[in-house]
């Protein structure tokens, strides 16, 4: 319904009329006589043409509009988000499911909207994320989607109709949020009127909400491992739970109880390395949902206490200070054996031999100084280079009497560098900093310790080596860029070389130099024992999702890395085709944790993933990856019940409320529906009109015509 009224506005000064007068003036005196006579009635033509063409030339400068004005009647507009996650599709709404009876009612709903106005219902389904219009065929709306965004929902359909907010909206759901916010987070201006489907009590049910565990723990020391689970149904009922590495039993315990009830696992991890481990409960008899019995968790496990040997035929001020430093650390023992003519090595201290070729696995990290005879034995020798494949870590100390200054090398990988002529000893002043393009998370972290620090140049260096190809660089000396460290993995293992020496004026010079001193023997002996703290990690925040579930990622710098951009490079693994690149995303920083960043990644297949995630600074990249796995296990099925709590406090929040179902037929006789009266102004501009324009040009020439036929001049 409309009405209206057309007027015509001119835009013209003060000027015009006295002007557009002064011109019909003169053509009145112009045709009051003319040379030669003519008729009265020639003369009155004439005028008629000459001041029709002024007036039409007056309306033409005063730039008239023609505007029209209509005031019309919108009907209103109530919006229906109708949820169709998968959970919509459990029937336990009698022999009916949830989405079935939610359109049943909406049907009833629209029936009596159309009886009592003329208002507009907008139909969109939602699960995971906001649908299309669906307003002329929701009737056949299947529950197929995965996860369940209702804030998303809300705050996406108002969006969509910011031009014509609606009347009201309703939500039919079964209040059950897998994704996105709890809350509103900004105010909803539109009443929310909620309604809710499905039994909300749990069906009998044993699920493990959460596990609670260190990310890294130590071999040989006893750590708990929390689990949090949600039991229905079963109050009277022992529900075991299981800490399992594979088919592997780790630890048991018994629990009983309902709602939510804590289960402590107490482990004692006996070997090192990444685990994936699992958390099981029950199932119990009469349980029919399994899908949610389980929780996978990753645990880096470390050794509890590094062991470290100092074989050093001739013991200098390194051997003294590096034992100090196991003495301050909790982390590290530090053992040192030296050469006793006749007796061989003696453990200092504890006054008993040690051998090198049968005493290699009761230590984790061998140090060796100016020693020749185990590296030249081939007996001892294989001996160390079985050590290192199984897992050992050898540093080679420069010396004047090193084996590195020896001219061969039984290419067994166990040496990280090789001669490129005749290995020697050369004097110096010789600084130390990390290589410029190095990912060596210990070298970047001793690099930026060193850098512009007052260290004492070392004197001497073995010139004539350079890294195997197998072998890295990351710390070389300033100026020349020639290896200063080397390392080199074989098998398990890995072995370094340290090509410049006596490292004990560092602990000498002070603070800064002792630091430096501490801090480059202990990342190195943390990197050979295959556990030192990253100076960038990646990790998901759980080992285990479920499809439907969006995945949480957090990157971390850390040992004082300034942190640059960070990349994330996500592969799919495990598959026919191998390893199959899925995306490439940033993280974002977290406001108020330096050098915390998270990524969201949207809801994922089933399978096997792998992360890579890149902190570049500009100068520099380092990588660092974590894996973790994608149920088949809809994330819509982990809690069933409906939640009608959650849909009343959406629905409070709004200035609505949560509707009975059986009662949604009347809610049209409680809403406002009388529409919108909005205001329409059309303006056309007349100017542009060339019909203006060519009557002006018309009458002008058709004046002109006659004065020449009758001969006027």
Same mark, same amino acid.
Not at 344 to 354: D, E, I, P, T, V
């Given at each position: 319904?409309?009405?209206?009224?057309?007027?015509?506005?001119?835009?013209?000064?003060?000027?015009?009329?006295?002007?557009?007068?002064?011109?019909?003036?003169?053509?009145?005196?112009?045709?009051?006589?003319?040379?030669?006579?003519?008729?009265?009635?020639?003369?009155a033509l004439l005028l008629l043409f000459r001041a029709s063409a002024v007036l039409l030339l007056v309306v033409f400068l005063a730039d008239p509009s023609l505007v029209t004005m209509r005031v019309e009647r919108r009907p209103p507009i109530v919006g229906a988000l109708v949820d169709v996650s998968r959970s919509m599709g459990i029937a336990d709404e009698g022999e009916r499911t949830r989405l079935d009876a939610a359109l049943e009612a909406l049907g009833g709903f629209?029936?009596?909207?159309?009886?009592?106005?003329?208002?507009?219902?907008?139909?969109?389904?939602?699960?995971?994320?906001?649908?299309?219009?669906?307003?002329?065929?929701?009737?056949?709306?299947?529950?197929?989607?995965?996860?369940?965004?209702?804030?998303?929902?809300?705050?996406?359909?108002?969006?969509?109709?910011?031009?014509?907010?609606?009347?009201?909206?309703?939500?039919?759901?079964?209040?059950?949020?897998?994704?996105?916010?709890?809350?509103?987070?900004?105010?909803?201006?539109?009443?929310?009127?909620?309604?809710?489907?499905?039994?909300?009590?749990?069906?009998?049910?044993?699920?493990?909400?959460?596990?609670?565990?260190?990310?890294?723990?130590?071999?040989?020391?006893?750590?708990?491992?929390?689990?949090?689970?949600?039991?229905?149904?079963?109050?009277?009922?022992?529900?075991?739970?299981?800490?399992?590495?594979?088919?592997?039993?780790?630890?048991?315990?018994?629990?009983?109880?309902?709602?939510?009830?804590?289960?402590?696992?107490?482990?004692?991890?006996?070997?090192?390395?990444?685990?994936?481990?699992?958390?099981?409960?029950?199932?119990?008899?009469?349980?029919?949902?399994?899908?949610?019995?389980?929780?996978?968790?990753?645990?880096?496990?470390?050794?509890?206490?590094?062991?470290?040997?100092?074989?050093?035929?001739?013991?200098?001020?390194?051997?003294? +200070?590096?034992? %100090? &430093? @196991?003495?301050?650390? =909790?982390?590290?023992?530090? $053992?040192?054996?030296?050469?006793?003519? #006749?007796? /061989?090595?003696?453990?200092?201290?504890?006054?008993?031999?040690?051998?090198?070729?049968?005493?290699?696995?009761?230590?984790?990290?061998?140090?060796?100084?100016?020693?020749?005879?185990?590296?030249?034995?081939?007996?001892?020798?294989?001996?160390?280079?079985?050590?290192?494949?199984?897992?050992?870590?050898?540093?080679?100390?420069?010396?004047?009497?090193?084996?590195?200054?020896?001219?061969?090398?039984?290419?067994?990988?166990?040496?990280?560098?090789?001669?490129?002529?005749?290995?020697?000893?050369?004097?110096?002043?010789?600084?130390?900093?990390?290589?410029?393009?190095?990912?060596?998370?210990?070298?970047?972290?001793?690099?930026?310790?060193?850098?512009?620090?007052?260290?004492?140049? +070392?004197?001497? %260096? &073995? @010139?004539?080596?350079? =890294?195997?190809?197998?072998? $890295?660089?990351?710390?070389?000396?300033? #100026?020349? /860029?020639?290896?200063?460290?080397?390392?080199?993995?074989?098998?398990?293992?890995?072995?370094?070389?340290?090509?410049?020496?006596?490292?004990?004026?560092?602990?000498?010079?002070?603070?800064?130099?002792?630091?430096?001193?501490?801090?480059?023997?202990?990342?190195?002996?943390?990197?050979?024992?295959?556990?030192?703290?990253?100076?960038?990690?990646?990790?998901?925040?759980?080992?285990?999702?479920?499809?439907?579930?969006?995945?949480?990622?957090?990157?971390?710098?850390?040992?004082?890395?300034?942190?640059?951009?960070?990349?994330?490079?996500?592969?799919?693994?495990?598959?026919?085709?191998?390893?199959?690149?899925?995306?490439?995303?940033?993280?974002?920083?977290?406001?108020?944790?330096?050098?915390?960043?998270?990524?969201?990644?949207?809801?994922?297949?089933?399978?096997?993933?792998?992360?890579?995630?890149?902190?570049d600074d500009g100068e520099t990249a380092i990588e660092a990856q974590v894996s973790f796995s994608v149920r088949p296990v809809s994330v819509e099925f982990l809690r069933i019940a409906g939640d009608r709590g959650t849909l009343a406090r959406i629905a409070g929040a709004s200035g609505g409320a949560l509707i009975d179902r059986d009662l949604l037929y009347r809610l049209p006789a409680r809403l406002s529906l009388d529409g919108e009266r909005v205001t329409r102004r059309?303006?056309?501009?007349?100017?542009?009109?060339?019909?203006?324009?060519?009557?002006?040009?018309?009458?002008?020439?058709?004046?002109?015509?006659?004065?020449?036929?009758?001969?006027?001049?």
């Amino acid at each position: 319904m409309s009405d209206g009224n057309i007027r015509v506005v001119f835009d013209a000064g003060n000027w015009l009329p006295p002007v557009a007068a002064l011109f019909l003036v003169l053509a009145f005196l112009l045709y009051r006589r003319t040379l030669p006579p003519l008729s009265r009635g020639r003369r009155a033509l004439l005028l008629l043409f000459r001041a029709s063409a002024v007036l039409l030339l007056v309306v033409f400068l005063a730039d008239p509009s023609l505007v029209t004005m209509r005031v019309e009647r919108r009907p209103p507009i109530v919006g229906a988000l109708v949820d169709v996650s998968r959970s919509m599709g459990i029937a336990d709404e009698g022999e009916r499911t949830r989405l079935d009876a939610a359109l049943e009612a909406l049907g009833g709903f629209r029936d009596e909207l159309r009886a009592r106005s003329d208002a507009e219902l907008r139909v969109i389904p939602f699960a995971g994320d906001l649908g299309d219009d669906a307003s002329g065929t929701w009737e056949h709306l299947t529950a197929t989607g995965e996860g369940s965004d209702i804030v998303g929902a809300v705050d996406g359909f108002l969006e969509r109709n910011r031009s014509s907010a609606p009347a009201a909206l309703l939500l039919l759901s079964d209040g059950r949020i897998t994704r996105g916010m709890v809350d509103p987070e900004r105010g909803v201006t539109v009443p929310v009127f909620a309604v809710a489907f499905g039994d909300s009590v749990e069906p009998p049910d044993v699920a493990v909400e959460r596990v609670e565990a260190e990310r890294t723990v130590y071999r040989g020391t006893r750590t708990g491992i929390e689990a949090t689970l949600s039991i229905s149904g079963f109050p009277d009922r022992d529900v075991p739970v299981t800490l399992l590495d594979g088919a592997e039993t780790l630890a048991r315990t018994v629990v009983r109880g309902s709602g939510a009830v804590t289960a402590t696992l107490a482990w004692t991890p006996s070997r090192e390395g990444e685990r994936q481990l699992t958390v099981r409960a029950g199932p119990i008899v009469g349980e029919t949902r399994l899908g949610n019995n389980e929780e996978e968790i990753a645990v880096a496990v470390r050794k509890e206490r590094i062991r470290v040997l100092v074989a050093d035929r001739y013991a200098d001020w390194n051997a003294t +200070l590096l034992r %100090r &430093l @196991g003495d301050r650390s =909790p982390r590290f023992e530090v $053992e040192v054996a030296i050469w006793m003519p #006749g007796r /061989g090595y003696r453990l200092l201290g504890a006054n008993r031999a040690w051998h090198p070729g049968g005493d290699l696995d009761v230590v984790d990290v061998l140090f060796v100084s100016d020693e020749t005879g185990m590296l030249s034995d081939p007996v001892m020798r294989s001996a160390m280079a079985g050590w290192v494949r199984r897992g050992g870590g050898l540093a080679l100390l420069a010396d004047e009497r090193s084996f590195l200054l020896a001219k061969r090398n039984g290419g067994d990988g166990l040496i990280p560098v090789r001669p490129t002529g005749a290995p020697r000893v050369e004097s110096g002043e010789f600084h130390v900093a990390a290589a410029p393009a190095t990912r060596n998370a210990f070298a970047r972290a001793f690099g930026e310790i060193v850098s512009g620090s007052d260290l004492p140049p +070392l004197p001497l %260096r &073995l @010139g004539g080596l350079e =890294p195997t190809a197998g072998a $890295e660089s990351p710390l070389v000396f300033d #100026g020349d /860029g020639r290896p200063f460290l080397a390392l080199q993995r074989t098998g398990a293992g890995v072995t370094a070389a340290v090509l410049g020496y006596p490292l004990w004026r560092w602990a000498l010079a002070g603070d800064e130099g002792a630091l430096a001193f501490d801090r480059f023997f202990g990342g190195l002996i943390q990197f050979l024992a295959g556990g030192g703290d990253a100076a960038f990690e990646v990790r998901s925040a759980r080992a285990s999702w479920t499809t439907g579930e969006a995945v949480r990622l957090v990157a971390e710098t850390n040992g004082g890395r300034t942190p640059g951009t960070i990349r994330g490079l996500l592969e799919q693994t495990g598959s026919a085709t191998g390893t199959a690149a899925v995306s490439a995303f940033l993280f974002s920083p977290v406001e108020g944790r330096d050098g915390r960043f998270e990524a969201v990644l949207d809801p994922l297949s089933p399978g096997t993933y792998l992360v890579t995630a890149t902190d570049d600074d500009g100068e520099t990249a380092i990588e660092a990856q974590v894996s973790f796995s994608v149920r088949p296990v809809s994330v819509e099925f982990l809690r069933i019940a409906g939640d009608r709590g959650t849909l009343a406090r959406i629905a409070g929040a709004s200035g609505g409320a949560l509707i009975d179902r059986d009662l949604l037929y009347r809610l049209p006789a409680r809403l406002s529906l009388d529409g919108e009266r909005v205001t329409r102004r059309d303006v056309r501009p007349l100017r542009a009109e060339f019909l203006l324009f060519a009557s002006i040009v018309a009458l002008l020439a058709a004046e002109w015509t006659l004065r020449k036929a009758w001969g006027l001049v």
